[in-house]
């Protein structure tokens, strides 16, 4: 997680909150940029939400966390990275994502995304969205690896889109996780929402004001001897950290996810988008591109 920690010095006592994250937060441009970062629960003071009018004093720790924020203004520069292209046509790419690599620009890191690698490789992406996040239809945790669909132009990003929205695109994923799942199949169907204590998590939620619907299919692949499962997941919903969070809730948090289970057990966050099915958004053909499973996965018992 990007965070960066601050004390209250003795000249700073007495600013507004806002008044000093604009004034001595290299990444914050403008007083209203801190406010909504307030607001939205990315800023604590000592450990504590605030309002952005809340006065310091000398001692305050300020935490400001500023990974998944979107910026306000960044130019974002095409970049000379590798990519592992696994289809290509006129209309979109779908694109290997190697774990660790954020799909997009977002605050304190400018540089080594998916979208400069993007920008280098293919010239012309849509524009659909902001300036920081052209062609991206989709999105992948920094921590998790697999196949992503980029659209190259807006005709393709809009079609693309409305197939998402409509939940016709089938993604499949691998995980590995704790435990033996005792069913061979079934579904977790939770709504998720805003975690009542962090701001970078979600939970299951019932809170009709907060919670949005989401849903998981899983079928088991093979029960490992080590105490853990091998998976498949078919999220027919696209909620942030879904998947991690409905393994956590069925008891089975995945592999490696410092964020809702246990980091030990695999060197990195066990997740991997195996395949996505769509209609091409021109030709309207059924397409299934599938991305090979990393070796970690297959090296595990």
Same mark, same amino acid.
């Given at each position: 997680m990007?965070?960066?920690?601050?004390?209250?010095?003795?000249?700073? *006592? !007495?600013?507004?909150? $806002?008044v000093f994250l604009a004034q001595y937060v290299e990444q914050i441009p403008s007083r209203t940029f801190g406010r909504k970062l307030i607001e939205d629960g990315f800023v604590?003071?000592? !450990?504590?939400?605030?309002?952005? %009018? %809340? *006065?310091v004093n000398e001692g305050d720790r300020v935490e400001v966390h500023l990974e998944n924020v979107e &910026?306000?203004?960044m130019n974002v520069e095409p970049e000379n990275i590798p990519l592992d292209v696994l289809y290509?046509?006129?209309?979109?790419?779908?694109?290997?994502k190697p774990v660790g690599m954020l799909v997009h620009p977002v605050h304190g890191t400018g540089t080594g995304t998916l979208v400069n690698a993007l920008l280098y490789y293919c010239k012309s992406l849509s524009n #659909?969205?902001?300036?920081h996040r052209p062609g991206i239809v989709h999105r992948l945790d920094r921590e998790t690896s697999g196949v992503i669909l980029v659209a190259k132009n807006d005709q393709s990003h809009v079609r693309l889109a409305r197939q998402f929205e409509k939940h016709k695109v089938q993604k499949k994923y691998i995980a590995i996780v704790k435990g033996w799942i005792e069913f061979?199949? !079934? #579904? #977790? $169907?939770? &709504?998720? !929402?805003? %975690? &009542?204590? %962090?701001f970078d998590k979600r939970a299951v939620s019932f809170d009709e004001t907060d919670s949005r619907e989401a849903e998981t299919s899983y079928r088991v692949i093979r029960r490992c001897k080590n105490?853990?499962?091998? #998976?498949?997941?078919? &999220? *027919?919903t696209g909620r942030t950290h879904q998947l991690r969070v409905h393994m956590k809730h069925l008891g089975h948090p995945i592999l490696g996810d410092d964020k809702y289970g246990d980091k030990k057990g695999f060197p990195r966050l066990a997740l991997h988008a195996q395949s996505i099915a769509f209609q091409h958004p021109i030709g309207k053909w059924p397409m299934e591109i599938f991305a090979p499973l990393p070796q970690e996965f297959l090296n595990y018992p």
């Open positions: 990007d965070l960066s920690t601050f004390t209250i010095e003795a000249d700073q *006592k !007495g600013l507004r909150l $806002d604590l003071l000592n !450990g504590e939400r605030v309002s952005p %009018h %809340h *006065k &910026p306000e203004e290509e046509d006129a209309s979109l790419i779908v694109v290997n #659909v969205n902001e300036e061979d199949e !079934g #579904v #977790v $169907d939770a &709504p998720l !929402g805003k %975690h &009542p204590l %962090h105490n853990t499962t091998l #998976v498949a997941l078919f &999220p *027919k």
